[in-house]
Each structure stands twice: as structure tokens, then as C-alpha cells.
């Protein structure tokens, strides 16, 4: 356990010391904290951090124990001086492991805040350049664009005039098209209108040829 320990905390160190120093092996070291925090890793990591310090708080109340084990306060049996040496040592290493997690934690977030920073300083930068640069053309470009402004504003209003126009003889149209709908109705109630008087001269003409055609037959007989 003690060896485990151990190992765990050289390991954190000698992360940390990469972490401090600009070495080629400082960016692998930060994609591998990049990817551990992907997916699973930060369940793993707390599942992981929860058990040692689950550990440490049982290693703790061990040496609690220990202490208040004997009766007279200051004597201690070989037994529990060993073991109260060996709970003692546990914890210290695992409040250890404990403390050099958080600081690799911490120093990994504030190289990638760092990291994040200078970009945005360098994006904005670059934003200055290309400003100055536009600021700094010469006269012949910017004579050039303005009159292509100028170009588009005539051509604008060229287009609004057409419009303009174009809405007034669909207005003109659609009027004209209303004009002739209520004439072609007009139309046709006429056209009602006389066919029913054709139909009433047609009746009327037939009533006079019937008359006169029995005047005719009374005659003969």
C-alpha cells in the first residue's frame, strides 16, 4: 500500500514539474489531462478521489482510536505504536495524493485559460492589423470604392423609379381590370334582361298566330 502510495505521488510530482516547465513533453502531458477529462474520465477521477478520501477519513478515525485506546494519556504498547505509526503515515501520504490532484487540476485549467487567452490576444491583434492596413490604403482605392458607392446609390435609385412605375401600372391595371369585370356584369344582366324580353315577344307572337289562326278557321266554316 505504502509502495502504491508512493508511486501515485512521484507520478503526480513529476506531472506538476511538466506542467511548470515549457518541454516538448508539457503539450502531451496536456492532452493527456484534455482527453481524461473527456467522457467518463472526470467520473473516474471523482470515483477514484471519493475512495481516497473515504480511506483517509477511515485512516484518521484509526489514529483517533488509537490515541484514545489507552487508558493512561502518552503510553502507547509497541502494537499500536506500530500501527498508529503505519495509520499516521497513510494518511499523510494520501492527504498528499489528495493535495498534488488538486494542484495538477488547477495548473492544467490555468494553462488551458492561459492558452485561451493568448489567443484571444492574437485574434484581436490581428484585428488591429487589418484595421491599420484598411485605414492605411492608398487614396486611388478609396477614390475607387466611392465611386462605385456612388454607382450603386444612382443604380438604386434608378431601380426604386422602375419600381415606382411598375406599381403604378399594376395599380392602373387592376383598375382597369375592375372596370371591366363590373361592365362585362353589366353585360350580362343586360344580356338576362333581354333574353327574357325575347322570350316574352316570342309568347306574345305566338298568342297572335294562334288568334289569327282560329279567326281564320271561323271564317271558312
Do not use: W
Not at 504498547?77 to 493535495?99: E, H, V, Y
Not at 305566338?206 to 278557321?217: H, R, T, V
Amino acid at each position: 500500500m505504502i509502495h502504491l502510495l508512493f508511486s501515485v505521488i512521484f507520478m503526480e510530482m513529476a506531472v506538476i514539474l511538466l506542467l511548470l516547465f515549457r518541454t516538448p513533453l508539457r503539450k502531451l502531458v496536456i492532452l493527456g489531462l484534455d482527453r481524461m477529462k473527456r467522457g467518463r474520465g472526470p467520473i473516474v477521477i471523482t470515483t477514484v478521489g471519493g475512495t481516497i478520501l473515504v480511506l483517509l477519513v477511515t485512516t484518521i478515525s484509526t489514529i483517533v482510536n488509537i490515541q484514545q485506546r489507552d487508558i493512561e494519556p502518552g503510553t502507547i504498547n509497541p502494537t499500536d505504536q506500530i500501527l498508529f505509526t503505519r495509520s499516521l503515515l497513510d494518511a499523510s501520504l494520501m492527504g498528499f495524493i489528495l493535495f498534488l490532484g488538486l494542484m495538477m487540476d488547477r495548473l492544467h485549467h490555468y494553462i488551458r485559460e492561459l492558452r485561451l487567452l493568448r489567443k484571444t490576444m492574437e485574434a484581436v491583434k490581428k484585428q488591429n492589423r487589418s484595421f491599420d492596413d484598411a485605414k492605411n490604403g492608398s487614396s486611388e482605392e478609396l477614390k475607387a470604392m466611392e465611386e462605385e458607392v456612388a454607382t450603386l446609390k444612382s443604380r438604386i435609385k434608378t431601380m426604386e423609379s422602375e419600381c415606382v412605375a411598375k406599381t403604378d401600372e399594376i395599380k392602373a391595371s387592376e383598375s382597369k381590370s375592375e372596370a371591366l369585370k363590373k361592365q362585362s356584369e353589366g353585360l350580362l344582366l343586360e344580356y338576362d334582361r333581354l333574353l327574357e324580353d325575347n322570350q316574352s315577344l316570342r309568347g306574345q307572337l305566338e298568342e297572335i298566330g294562334q288568334s289569327l289562326a282560329n279567326s281564320d278557321g271561323k271564317k271558312n266554316m
